[in-house]
């Protein structure tokens, strides 16, 4: 292979390309993605300068992405795009899927994501029991898989919540059940750029997010922050008060932002097709900008 493309969250990826390089390849390329909580970090921090030597093209996924794999060095931001047209709003699919999973004029909260100790479920959990003390008929609904999902399953059961929770394992039809959401919560421990926070957003859905979460993640109006030290109470109130905002369209936000998987994959098409040349030129300008 001429061009070898390694996307991943810490710089023992220099391994991998070195073998690359000795393989043959002429073209190496370090994709950073978000991880702040690499279990080796003196080797991430040896490897980082052999790592950006080595490698041709340093791109991110995000700003926060960049400065861990290749701290003060330049680098190119890519963002990790989505299908905008499958998440633009639509009234009739949003009715469709509400229908769907039996729901009325009732509220329905919604979170995607791992079931996994640092995107804290069972605070969601919290959250929504003092969210009930507001709007008695809300539903809640929690999409993914993972290692947590059994016990979060239990503690839904052992709180007066029977009836208000839906936890239907991973699912393909994520864009449709953001349309039926009315508002989203991520109360994350940490956090980088998630996509879900980009799918939301492009569904025209309110946000409600932990600011542990990256500023990056605020693409548009629509995504609020709140310390989690503020507590189920302030969530549930600030959570009502998002999910009765109306749905105004967020697609051309997200497009501005650069986070429309065409232009994304113009530009890596970009690199891909100027990678033979002794010097790469520049990613062509669209999307964020580039650190340099």
């Not at 992405?65 to 499958?86: S, T, V, Y």
């Not at 769907?100 to 069972?122: D, P």
């Not at 189920?232 to 051309?252: H, M």
Request: proline share 7%.
């Amino acid at each position: 292979y001429k061009i070898v493309h390694r996307h991943y969250s810490n710089s023992t990826m220099y391994f991998e390309l070195l073998a690359a390089k000795q393989g043959g390849a002429d073209c190496l390329i370090a994709h950073s993605h978000n991880s702040t909580q690499f279990n080796t970090k003196l080797l991430h921090q040896l490897c980082r300068n052999p790592l950006y030597r080595l490698t041709r093209w340093h791109l991110a996924c995000s700003e926060d992405a960049g400065l861990w794999m290749f701290g003060n060095h330049p680098f190119d931001i890519i963002p990790n795009g989505i299908d905008l047209e499958r998440y633009h709003f639509d009234p009739q699919k949003r009715n469709a899927k509400r229908r769907e999973l039996g729901l009325g004029q009732e509220l329905l909260i919604g979170h995607v994501g791992r079931f996994t100790a640092v995107k804290n479920q069972a605070f969601i959990l919290s959250v929504f029991q003092r969210f009930l003390e507001l709007e008695p008929d809300a539903r809640l609904i929690l999409v993914g898989e993972g290692e947590d999902r059994a016990d979060i399953t239990r503690l839904s059961q052992s709180l007066p919540l029977t009836g208000h929770v839906i936890i239907p394992g991973s699912r393909a039809d994520v864009p449709e059940l953001m349309m039926a959401m009315d508002a989203f919560i991520m109360p994350s421990l940490y956090e980088g750029l998630p996509l879900t926070l980009v799918e939301a957003q492009a569904a025209s859905l309110p946000c409600l997010v932990a600011d542990t979460i990256s500023p990056e993640a605020k693409l548009t109006d629509k995504l609020s922050y709140m310390s989690l030290q503020e507590g189920p109470q302030i969530w549930a109130v600030q959570l009502r008060q998002l999910a009765r905002q109306p749905r105004l369209d967020q697609t051309e936000a997200i497009r501005r932002a650069g986070y429309d998987i065409r232009e994304v994959s113009q530009r890596l098409r970009y690199i891909y097709l100027n990678a033979s040349g002794q010097a790469a030129d520049p990613v062509p300008p669209a999307g964020p900008p580039s650190r340099s």
